[in-house]
C-alpha cells in the first residue's frame, strides 16, 4: 500500500553534485521510519527533499498524491514538521519563545494567540522535558538542553508526520532514550515518524521500518527483524560484525568481530 509521503524516481542534487539519483522511497503511514547509512550516503538530503526544501532535478516527491511544491509553506507546515540539524536561534530568545514558534503554521493574520496555542507549548515543552527551562535564553543553554528546545518547538506543530534529522544529537544516553520512547509513543498515537539516526542498534530497538542507504541509494528497506544481519551491516557500513537478539527486546542488535576489533587497534594514525 502507498503511503501518503512518497518519493517516485528523484534525483536528488545540490548544483552539478548528484547525492542520488531515480531513488525511490514509500514511507509506511503511522510508522516510526529510521533512515541509517553511513555519513554523506544522502540521508539528510532524502528528509530535505520530504521537507520541501529540496527541489529533486527529476521525479518527485508528494503528499497525498500531489507534488509537495504544490503546497503552499504553511499548508504543508500543518501536515509535515521538519527539525533539520544545525540549526541556530535568533540571540536573546527564550526557551518558551522559540517553542511558541512552532504554533506559526496554525496562526493568520487575524488570529490571536489563543489556548489552544497555549497548551500545544506547554504540552511540547513537558514531552521535550525543557519546562524548567522555559524563561532561559537559549544561547545560555548546553548543546543537549538546545537540542531538546528545537524538538519541542517542532513538537508544538502538532503535524500528522514528523521528520527528524539526527534528533539525538548532542543528548546523553538518557535524553536519547527518553526521545526515542517519546517518538515511539507519537507512532503508537497514530503519528508518522521518519528520523535519520546513527545509532542502529537504537534504531532496531526503537523503529519498526527501516531504511538503509549508501551512496544516495537504498540498499535495502522494511522491518529491522526482516532486514537486518551482517550482510547488509557490511554492505551499508563496511563494519564486521555479528547480529543478535537484544537481551531486552529481542530486536536485532549489532556487535562488531573481535577481529574488526583487532584490526582497529593495529592501524596508526596517518
Request: proline share 5%; glycine share 8%; net charge negative.
Amino acid at each position: 500500500m502507498t503511503g501518503r509521503l512518497t518519493a517516485a524516481g528523484v534525483t536528488l542534487a545540490y548544483g552539478d553534485r548528484v547525492v542520488s539519483a531515480n531513488l525511490t522511497v514509500d514511507v509506511p503511514d503511522g510508522a516510526f521510519t529510521a533512515v541509517v547509512g553511513a555519513n554523506a550516503c544522502g540521508k539528510s538530503t532524502l528528509l530535505r527533499s520530504f521537507a520541501r526544501l529540496l527541489a529533486p532535478s527529476s521525479g518527485h516527491v508528494a503528499f497525498d498524491g500531489r507534488d509537495v511544491r504544490d503546497y503552499r509553506p504553511k499548508a504543508i507546515a500543518r501536515e509535515v514538521g521538519f527539525l533539520p540539524q544545525g540549526l541556530v536561534a535568533p540571540e536573546n530568545i527564550a526557551v518558551r519563545q522559540l517553542v511558541a514558534r512552532g504554533r506559526y503554521p496554525h496562526q493568520t493574520l487575524l488570529s490571536t494567540w489563543s489556548r489552544e496555542d497555549e497548551r500545544a507549548v506547554a504540552a511540547a515543552m513537558e514531552a521535550a522535558g525543557v519546562t524548567d527551562l522555559a524563561e532561559r535564553p537559549v544561547e545560555s543553554l548546553s548543546g543537549g538542553q538546545r537540542q531538546r528546545a528545537w524538538i519541542a518547538m517542532v513538537l508544538a506543530q502538532e503535524t500528522s508526520y514528523l521528520l527528524l534529522d539526527e534528533p539525538t544529537t548532542f543528548l546523553d544516553i538518557t535524553h536519547q532514550y527518553q526521545l526515542l520512547a517519546l517518538l515511539a509513543r507519537l507512532r503508537d498515537e497514530g503519528r508518522t515518524i521518519i528520523a535519520v539516526l546513527h545509532d542502529v542498534n537504537q534504531a532496531c530497538r526503537f523503529a519498526d521500518h527501516l531504511v538503509a542507504m549508501r551512496d544516495g541509494r537504498i540498499v535495502a528497506a522494511g522491518a529491522p527483524a526482516d532486514i537486518v544481519d551482517a550482510a547488509l551491516i557490511k554492505e551499508v557500513f563496511d563494519l564486521s560484525c555479528v547480529v543478535a537478539p537484544d537481551p531486552v527486546t529481542g530486536t536485532p542488535m549489532i556487535v562488531p568481530t573481535e577481529e574488526y576489533a583487532r584490526s582497529l587497534r593495529c592501524r596508526t594514525p596517518g
